[in-house]
C-alpha cells in the first residue's frame, strides 16, 4: 500500500519514511504545501499523513482543498500543534485522526491500521477473503489455517487485492499502489509477483481479464 508523507523536517521525514517501509509500506515524501498539491496520483494513496506547519502554506488549507476535490482516502495530521484549537480544526478540515509529535511509531502504525479498517467498514484487524487471512499489523498470512510465507511485494499484492476483493485492477494501477513514484516501474513485474502469489495461493483466486486487468475473487 502506498502512502504520502508531508513533513518539511527532512530528518524526521527520512526516519519516519524509512519506519514505514519497514511496515511493508511503499511511502511518497513531499516537503511543502506546493509539492504536496501537485502530486500527480493522489487516488492511488491509501492513505496520508499531513504536518501542519509546512513552509509555504497551512496544512489546514490543503486538507480542506483536497477533501474538495474528493480525495477520500485516510488523512491522518502528525503536528507539533496541540491545542485543542488545531485538533478541532484540522478534524472539521476533514482529517480521520489527529496525533501530536512526538508519538511512538509504533501509536502511529496503530492509528493507521485503525483508520484502514474504519475505511473499510470493518471492525477487525484481519483481512479475510474466502480461506485466506491477512493481518496487516503481524504481516501474517493464513491459507486454510495455515501461515504461508510471502515477500515483501508479495504481501503488499495480496493486500491490494484483498482490499479490493471482486474489483478489477488494471496492471497500471496495480504498479500504482505498489510502489513509490519515483521507483522504476515495469508492467511485467506485475505478471511475474502475480504468478508467484498465485503458486501460494491458488491460481483460481485472481483472475485474468485480458484487457482489462485482474480480479481478486470473494
Not at 515524501?29 to 491509501?46: H, N
Not at 498470512?141 to 484483498?162: C, D, P, Y
Request: aromatic residues 6%.
Amino acid at each position: 500500500m502506498r502512502l504520502l508523507l508531508v513533513e518539511d523536517e527532512p530528518e524526521l521525514g527520512r526516519r519516519l519514511s524509512e519506519r514505514l517501509r519497514k511496515a511493508d509500506f511503499a511511502v511518497d515524501l513531499a516537503t511543502t504545501y506546493a509539492e504536496a498539491e501537485s502530486w500527480p496520483d493522489l487516488d492511488k494513496m491509501g492513505a496520508i499523513i499531513l504536518d501542519l506547519g509546512l513552509p509555504d502554506g497551512s496544512g489546514v488549507d490543503l486538507l480542506h482543498e483536497w477533501r474538495a476535490s474528493r480525495v477520500d482516502c485516510p488523512i491522518l495530521i502528525l503536528t507539533a500543534r496541540d491545542s485543542w484549537q488545531d485538533k478541532v480544526e484540522g478534524l472539521n478540515a476533514g482529517a480521520d485522526d489527529f496525533v501530536v509529535k512526538p508519538v511512538r511509531f509504533e501509536e502511529l502504525l496503530a492509528r493507521l491500521n485503525a483508520q484502514f479498517r474504519r475505511h473499510l467498514g470493518k471492525r477487525a484487524n484481519v483481512l479475510e477473503v474466502g480461506d485466506l487471512q491477512l493481518d496487516p499489523v503481524s504481516h501474517e498470512v493464513r491459507l486454510a489455517g495455515e501461515t504461508i510465507s510471502l515477500s515483501r511485494q508479495e504481501f503488499r499484492l495480496l493486500h491490494l487485492f484483498m482490499r479490493r476483493a471482486g474489483q478489477v485492477l488494471p496492471q497500471p494501477d496495480i504498479l500504482e499502489h505498489l510502489y513509490e513514484l519515483d521507483e522504476e516501474r515495469e508492467l511485467n513485474t506485475v505478471e511475474v509477483l502475480i504468478g508467484r502469489l498465485r503458486r501460494k495461493i491458488g491460481k483460481e483466486k485472481i483472475v485474468t481479464l485480458r484487457g482489462l486487468g485482474y480480479r481478486f475473487d470473494k
